[in-house]
């Protein structure tokens, strides 16, 4: 009877150990879902703060003195101290955020873990809205590159969604690669290169809104008085509807219409300008006869068509679809012809 009894208090013992130990278990389940779930939250907030902090802190830039002040500010908005923001400049047109705060553990403490510190990083640069495909020359973003004839230069790379094919055997040079998608048609007939397959299409952004809200709205009465009277555009113009363009219009800005665009014919845009010609939803055409045009010619929405015996574009046709009729052409794209997209200033998270 004893010994039962005494078998009984052993039992009793091990089943408080037992209990003893499944509790530690269960406080370390507590730390993990609720300490290390406060240490998730505490991270998802710091990249928001780090993100609005970096968003707001670049557009003061170049100034960094004003840029670190709004960063601060803005991160003091989003609940962090001024003395856990970080602030540095990778280059001229990128500001970093780093966000930092100590989180306390609650139940980790049986563990031996007293506290963590949490950070968040956020890069934002000043960039234009173009993207890749202004590096670009000739650039055909639902269809085929396709230039006949001889008397062909392009200077540049060239992308056409479907295929590019420049099949000329006189005068014909193309100083770049050529481009195309897995879905390209007519890849092989391509100036005696290959060319290289993108495993997606590449797409052309719409910013027309965005130089409606940064440039100044006029009409083609406005068009025609800049023409009339030389007037220089080096910043964004916004313009509801068709226009024709019937003359040189110097500057490096942007003229955008939300219809097409026409030139009449013997346009002359001497080698000074840089004109980026935006038709948000129409069509381009270039009645140069023997004329040239410095600048860039983008339909995202339609076809850029340059009709002309001699006709000579120091700059970049980027559309959805290219079409050349007449005689030689030229196109030569160099870094120059950038300006006026870069007159568009937009913000964004770097990766």
Do not use: W
């Not at 052993?10 to 730390?31: K, N, R, T, W």
């Not at 200077?155 to 055997?169: A, F, L, T, W």
């Amino acid at each position: 009877m004893f010994s039962k009894f005494k078998l009984l208090k052993d039992e009793s013992g091990q089943a408080l150990v037992m209990i003893a130990l499944l509790f530690v278990v269960l406080l370390g389940f507590a730390a993990i879902a609720i300490d290390i779930g406060r240490v998730t939250v505490a991270k998802s907030h710091l990249q928001n703060a780090a993100d609005a902090a970096a968003l707001a802190g670049v557009r003061d830039l170049p100034d960094t003195t004003i840029a670190k002040n709004t960063a601060v500010s803005f991160a003091g908005k989003n609940g962090v101290r001024a003395s856990d923001v970080t602030v540095t400049y990778p280059d001229s047109t990128k500001i970093e955020v780093i966000c930092t705060r100590n989180v306390e553990y609650t139940f980790a403490r049986v563990l031996g873990f007293t506290d963590t510190d949490v950070s968040a990083r956020a890069v934002a640069q000043i960039s234009n809205p173009g993207g890749v495909i202004f590096d670009f020359a000739v650039f055909a973003g639902a269809g085929t590159v396709s230039i006949n004839g001889n008397g062909i230069i392009v200077g540049g790379d060239v992308y056409g969604r479907d295929g590019v094919s420049i099949p000329g055997k006189n005068n014909v040079e193309v100083t770049g690669n050529a481009y195309s998608t897995e879905s390209g048609r007519d890849i092989n007939n391509v100036f005696n290169k290959s060319v290289i397959i993108l495993d997606k299409p590449l797409d052309m952004p719409d910013f027309s809104d965005l130089i409606k809200s940064q440039g100044i709205v006029l009409s083609q009465s406005d068009i025609d008085d800049i023409v009339a009277n030389g007037k220089t555009v080096d910043g964004p113009i916004y313009v509801e509807g068709d226009i024709t363009i019937n003359g040189r219009i110097p500057g490096t800005g942007i003229i955008c219409a939300s219809g097409k665009i026409d030139f009449s014919n013997d346009v002359q845009q001497e080698m000074s300008d840089n004109i980026l010609f935006y038709s948000a939803t129409g069509n381009i055409e270039f009645n140069g006869g023997s004329g040239k045009c410095v600048g860039i010619f983008y339909a995202p929405n339609g076809y850029v068509t340059i009709n002309g015996n001699e006709s000579t574009i120091y700059g970049r046709i980027i559309a959805r679809e290219f079409r050349k009729n007449g005689g030689n052409i030229t196109i030569i794209s160099n870094t120059t012809n950038l300006e006026s997209v870069n007159t568009i200033t937009t913000y964004r998270l770097a990766d």
